[in-house]
Nanobody, 124 residues
């Protein structure tokens, strides 16, 4: 089992920045690729990006490239999502997820472990 706890969400004005954190426990963190998803009100949960086990490779949804950055610190068992130039349409609950395979995945049903989510609200 892997337990994931997100933090860092909140209310920010458009154009601002937030950094989300996801702390993992339970199993060896470096054995998992990590991803961020988000779910806007009334919409399905969608893929934000993914980082490999070592942190050497990252993938992003096209709309987030250049604004969002995923990183990880395996010594701290934590993955981060740095969000810059935030827009009202970025308002959502943001989730981190863990995957024990090395194969690229961008569908939520492919991830085994999930955090409870953290709310990000971007005001215009």
């Amino acid at each position: 089992q892997v337990q994931l706890i997100e933090s860092g969400g909140g209310l920010v004005q458009a154009g601002g920045s937030l950094r989300l954190s996801c702390a993992a426990s339970g199993r060896t963190f470096s054995n998992f690729a990590m991803a961020w998803f988000r779910q806007a009100p009334g919409k399905e949960r969608t893929f934000v990006g993914r980082i490999s086990r070592s942190g050497g490779t990252t993938y992003y949804t096209d709309s987030m490239k250049g604004r969002f950055t995923i990183s990880r610190d395996n010594a701290k068992n934590t993955v981060y999502l740095q969000m810059n130039s935030l827009k009202p349409e970025d308002t959502a609950v943001y989730y981190c997820a863990a995957d024990d395979s090395q194969t690229y995945k961008d569908h939520d049903f492919e991830y085994q472990y999930w955090g409870q989510g953290t709310q990000v609200t971007v005001s215009s």
